[in-house]
Nanobody, 122 residues
Framework: QVQLVESGGGLVQAGGSLRLSCAAS????????MGWFRQAPGSEREFVAT????????LYADSVKGRFTISGDFAKNTVYLQMNSLKPEDTAVYYC???????????????WGQGTQVTVSS
């Protein structure tokens, strides 16, 4: 199993920035990619960004492209999501997850963190 722990959420004004962290432990040798997803109240869980565990390649949702950056310190088994120019519609619980595939589909992610709340005020 892979254990994932997110941190870094909080309350920020529109236009501000936050950085989320996701620390992985356990069977990380089985991980091919790490992703960030988010879920707002009453909405489906949606893809935000993903990165190969080796660091070679990232994908972003159109809604965050140019504002969010996913990166990793793989020596520390940690993945980050730098979020800039935040908007009220970015408000959601953010989850990190791991997968053995290169995919944006949440159904294909095997292990999930507990989530961290991000609230953007207008």
């Amino acid at each position: 199993q892979v254990q994932l722990v997110e941190s870094g959420g909080g309350l920020v004004q529109a236009g501000g920035s936050l950085r989320l962290s996701c620390a992985a432990s356990g069977r990380t040798f089985s991980v091919y990619a790490m992703g960030w997803f988010r879920q707002a109240p009453g909405s489906e869980r949606e893809f935000v960004a993903t990165i190969r565990w080796s660091g070679g390649g990232q994908l972003y949702a159109d809604s965050v492209k140019g504002r969010f950056t996913i990166s990793g310190d793989f020596a520390k088994n940690t993945v980050y999501l730098q979020m800039n120019s935040l908007k009220p519609e970015d408000t959601a619980v953010y989850y990190c997850a791991s997968t053995g595939r290169w995919t944006t589909r949440y159904e294909s992610y095997d292990y999930w963190g507990q989530g961290t709340q991000v609230t953007v005020s207008s």
